[in-house]
């Protein structure tokens, strides 16, 4: 029985640089959110192209419809440091604004904007 070969690649550089892996995270994360965008000019991609996915949604009678308006990030409450010592996860609260439209025979009428 033979000892198996050991091949050493310690000595060989990296042939690519290694980019900084968090700060890839976070701009990718920032992209999804689009935090810094204003509500009104959002673009598809993120949060926004979720929520245009999934509304409206209608009830199972079609009697009533909700539409999907825009979203917004709130300021979090504790910042990341406070969030560590009161073993809290961090976040953003997020609200969305909503339509109600119930259909009353000649299309949906009577919107109610929703907020929360």
């Not at 009697?63 to 976040?91: D, F």
């Not at 025979?105 to 929703?114: C, F, I």
């Amino acid at each position: 029985m033979s000892a198996p070969i050991v091949r050493d690649f310690s000595r060989i550089g990296d042939a690519v640089a290694i980019p900084n892996l968090i700060d890839v995270q976070q701009v990718s994360y920032s992209r999804f959110l689009q935090e810094n965008t204003a509500p009104d000019t959002a673009k598809r991609p993120g949060v926004e192209a979720l929520f245009r996915e999934i509304f409206p949604i209608e009830s199972y009678d079609k009697t009533m419809q909700l539409e999907y308006l825009l979203y917004e990030m709130e300021k979090p409450r504790y910042t990341p440091q406070e969030c560590r010592q009161l073993r809290l996860t961090y976040g953003y609260p997020m609200k969305i604004t909503c339509r109600l439209r119930k259909k009353d025979g000649r299309g949906y009428g009577g919107a109610v904007d929703l907020s929360g």
